[in-house]
Nanobody, 125 residues
Framework: QVHMVESGGGSVQAGGSLRLSCAMS????????MGWFRRAPGKEREGVAR???????AYADSVKGRFTISKDNAKNLLYLQMNNLKPEDYGMYYC???????????????????WGQGIQVTVSA
């Protein structure tokens, strides 16, 4: 089991920035893919970004050019740098990990095996 705990959420005005962090247990070295998801009220959880063990990344079209996923291997921390935030970025954000290789691109959450508890991001207009 890989334990994942998010931090860094909060409230920001549109155009502002936040950096989310996900602290992962040492078992994370076995993960093939790590990702960030979000869920807005009344909507399904959607993929935002992913980082594969080979260093490749992928982003949802809605966040390309604004969000950056990265990892500090020494600290077992996964990050999501979010710039130029928009009101539609509002929601609960989750980090996730997959124990198996995944198809390319942003895939559904059903393919991920480990999840954090989520953290709130609020963006006001």
């Amino acid at each position: 089991q890989v334990h994942m705990v998010e931090s860094g959420g909060g409230s920001v005005q549109a155009g502002g920035s936040l950096r989310l962090s996900c602290a992962m247990s040492t078992g994370s070295v076995r993960l093939y893919v790590m990702g960030w998801f979000r869920r807005a009220p009344g909507k399904e959880r959607e993929g935002v970004a992913r980082l594969d063990s080979d260093g490749s990344t992928a982003y949802a079209d809605s966040v390309k050019g604004r969000f950056t996923i990265s990892k500090d291997n020494a600290k077992n921390l996964l990050y999501l740098q979010m710039n130029n935030l928009k009101p539609e970025d509002y929601g609960m954000y989750y980090c996730a990990g997959a124990q198996t290789p995944l198809l390319e691109g942003i895939v559904d959450d059903v393919w991920y095996h480990h999840w954090g508890q989520g953290i709130q991001v609020t963006v006001s207009a």
